[in-house]
């Protein structure tokens, strides 16, 4: 059961990171909002890092 966890957390954050990659692509956002988002990417991809490198 904690291998299905783990996977489901990684996978989440995952899907977290690239959904919010697609505001990246949105030409109505302004500069700030896109570094948000890129940022914010950035540290869901770091979370899933971490869940499987302890």
Known sequence: MEKV???Y???R???RA??????L???GLDGTR???A??????YYDL???YIMP
């Open 13 to 15: 954050a995952y899907v």
């Open 34 to 36: 896109k570094q948000a």
């Open 18 to 23: 690239k959904v919010t990659s697609f505001m």
């Open 5 to 7: 966890l783990l996977f």
């Open 25 to 27: 692509d949105d030409a």
């Open 38 to 43: 890129l940022e914010t990417a950035r540290r």
């Open 48 to 50: 899933a890092h971490r």
């Open 9 to 11: 957390k990684v996978y």
